[in-house]
């Protein structure tokens, strides 16, 4: 029968075929060729891969032939293959939320890379290259956090693992989940665990990601993985210092946790580049701050050389410079200094312009001629056009620069004990909302432009206070989950996004909970 894949979706087809007398079959083609990134199994006759055409393609008249052991030869009816075109991408990306014990996106079948590291009874711990404990000292245990955000009653996990060891599972509370480690050989240490989501297989060496978590993505033109690699508390410096695919945690996000080399722990970029392949999306990357030459050409090597090239990668150095909370900021400082800038915001800024440049020289080391699989980003503050100004102009920074992203957060100007109608009222105020939004991002829009560079957001999305002591968090929260919220939203979008041109690189905010914050402004 003819057969019909797209492009970069996983194609297999098992043949049927009859042979009582279970002679060796051998299968090839006698006619027509396969599309390019299909394979036939000579052994099974399993038609499987990945098209690579990004235009629609016919294969015709391909017939597939069956040698039965050295004499009889059977050619099947004669087939085709079209492989349809590349799906047109949305400009409209989304930020990967942190990786966390506590969170509610799950996003690998395995439940341990979300796990927290280990905590001593007392003293300190010897890991191994992995994390795990090698030895425990007479009397220590080592606690586990490995889920704390979904109900544990009635439910059945599977966990495997390599090693000698004892250790207990503990259930605390209603949604708490852990495990004492009590004992260890040395030599041969309890390691390798997994736990693995119920309803799926071990992952390794397949698809690691949970399916819903992929069905959530599906659509989203980028991924940024600012949360992912920790951005905002991430001081790494040398790249074999980065966590890897083997460590058994990637949980990390805004919390200082630590790999087995003392630096922050993060999700492995390897995994982020196999998500964008996976799903079709370009990459968003922030380099952390203080990476060093060598740490940047190794990632922009690793990314070249696997993520799809009908993918893009947005380079951009750290998160919000900007921000005083954030380690960029305090990074720059010391940089401006060093370098006898001065300590002054407008010397951050400059500092951050000059690494900004030796990065993009150093990812166009490595793309060479092939400019369009990279986009250079420079990150600036909605709310403030010298945020662009300052660094765009120094040292002639704006010469490498393809992108300004600002993040134009719905931000309202409430009164303390707000009502869903004050929070209506002030979304649509001429004074505050989106309104204002629009007016910073035309301004922004501007002030990139007058440098030759094209506007991105790397975030957006409402900016709703959600600690305890904001007196208008309830009502906030309760706003969210209605409909008028779901209006506001996207009326926000085509305001803020829309009509601003619509197709520039624009991502969406990672919201954790509730998780209907990501749903509705999707409807």
């Known amino acids: 029968a003819d057969q019909t894949d797209s492009y970069n ?9 009859t042979n009582p007398d279970s002679v060796t079959i051998t299968y090839s083609i006698s006619s027509g ?16 891969g990945t098209p690579t055409d990004q235009t629609t393609t016919t294969y015709a008249n ?36 942190e990786m966390v014990d506590y969170g509610t996106q799950f996003a690998f079948k395995d439940m341990i890379k ?3 590291t280990w905590t001593p009874s007392s003293g300190s711990l010897t890991l191994d290259a992995q ?51 009590t004992s260890t050989v040395t030599g041969d240490n309890l390691r390798n665990i997994k736990m693995l989501i119920p309803g799926t297989s071990d992952p390794t060496g397949t698809q690691p990601f949970y399916q819903p978590f992929l069905d959530s993505l599906a659509g989203f033109g980028i991924l940024r993985f600012m949360d992912w690699d920790s951005t905002n508390v991430n001081k790494i410096v040398n790249w074999s210092d980065r966590t890897t695919t083997d460590h058994y945690t990637f949980t990390g996000g805004t919390s200082v946790t630590l790999n087995v080399h003392g630096q922050q722990n993060t999700v492995p970029y390897e995994y982020m580049i196999q998500l964008c392949n996976a799903l079709s999306a370009d990459m968003w990357v922030c380099v952390p701050a203080a990476a060093s030459d060598d740490f940047i050409t190794q990632l922009a090597t690793l990314i070249f050389n696997n993520l799809n090239p009908s993918l893009k990668c947005y380079y951009e150095l750290s998160n919000e410079v900007w921000n005083g909370s954030f380690y960029g900021n305090q990074y720059f400082l010391s940089e401006a200094v060093r370098q006898g800038l001065g300590n002054q915001f407008a010397n951050i800024m400059q500092a951050f312009s000059r690494r900004c440049v030796q990065m993009y020289n150093l990812v166009d080391a490595v793309y060479g ?47 303390a004990n707000a009502t869903a109608t004050d929070i209506t009222t002030h979304i649509y105020a001429a004074n505050d909302g989106y309104a204002l939004n629009v007016s910073n991002v035309n301004a922004c829009k501007a002030a990139a432009a007058s440098f030759g560079a094209q506007l991105a957001f790397y975030e957006f999305g409402p900016g709703f206070p959600n600690s305890a002591g904001d007196p208008n968090t309830t009502a906030y929260l309760n706003y969210s989950i209605s409909a008028a919220m779901e209006t506001a939203m996207k009326d926000y979008l085509k305001a803020v996004w829309q009509t601003a041109g619509g197709s520039f690189p624009a991502c969406w905010y990672n919201a954790v909970a509730p998780a209907s914050q990501f749903d509705w402004v999707l409807a």
């Open 9 to 17: 979706v996983a194609y297999t087809f098992t043949p049927t075929v």
């Open 33 to 48: 060729s396969l599309p390019a990134g299909i394979t036939l199994n000579t052994s099974t006759g399993v038609l499987s």
């Open 62 to 97: 391909i017939k597939i032939r069956l040698a039965y052991g050295t004499a009889a030869v059977i050619d099947s009816n004669a087939f085709s293959f079209v492989v349809t075109a590349a799906a047109s991408k949305s400009a409209l990306g989304v930020n990967l939320a």
């Open 114 to 116: 979300q796990g927290r």
């Open 131 to 181: 994390g795990y404990p090698t030895s425990l000292a007479t009397g220590q245990s080592a606690r586990m956090y490995w889920i704390t955000s979904i109900p544990n009653s009635g439910t059945t996990y599977t966990a495997t693992h390599s090693g000698q060891g004892t250790f207990t599972e503990v259930f605390q509370g209603a949604t708490q989940m852990f495990w004492d480690l």
């Open 369 to 415: 001629v092939n400019t369009s699989r990279r986009k250079r980003v420079m990150g600036a503050q909605a709310a403030s056009t010298g945020t662009i100004t300052t660094p765009m102009a120094f040292e002639n920074a704006y010469q490498k620069v393809d992108y300004v992203a600002v993040a134009p957060y719905l931000l309202l100007n409430l009164p």
